[in-house]
């Protein structure tokens, strides 16, 4: 791998990836395969009873930010929900569950812009 300060790179990202919804579902995906991963890498017991405790940590940090919404403001609704997903992904992981994000989703390859050399 070489890298390059000049360099210029371009990356769509699609406006459906930029919304509220999408974001959070990301996020619930990256609890949900970090706790995969822990399971096929190191899959003791002491392992699970720290993620339990890190992703009801999360879910309790998000539920007592949402009680700050009415008087911080809708940043805070942003973070509980960031943390709630998050939780909820290390949780669910836990049990085998796995989220495929963008399973269902297939790029519209004609739509693509590759820029010039």
């Not at 990356?11 to 974001?23: F, K, L, V």
């Not at 399971?39 to 949402?66: A, C, E, F, K």
């Not at 403001?73 to 939780?87: E, K, Q, V």
């Not at 269902?104 to 590759?114: G, S, T």
Request: aromatic share 8%; proline share 4%.
């Amino acid at each position: 791998m070489v890298s390059a300060d000049d360099a210029i790179v371009f990356e769509d990202t699609p406006a459906d990836r930029t919304t509220w919804r999408s974001i959070m579902r990301r996020e619930y995906r990256r609890g949900n395969t970090l706790s995969l991963c822990m399971l096929d890498l190191h899959p003791s017991l002491i392992r699970r009873v720290r993620r339990v405790g890190q992703g009801g940590y999360r879910l309790l940090q998000g539920l007592g930010l949402v009680l700050l919404v009415p008087v911080a403001g809708r940043g805070y609704a942003y973070r509980a929900l960031h943390r709630i997903c998050l939780g909820a992904g290390l949780l669910t992981g836990l049990f085998g569950l796995r989220y495929e994000q963008y399973m269902h989703e297939r790029p519209d390859l004609d739509k693509v812009h590759y820029p010039s050399e």
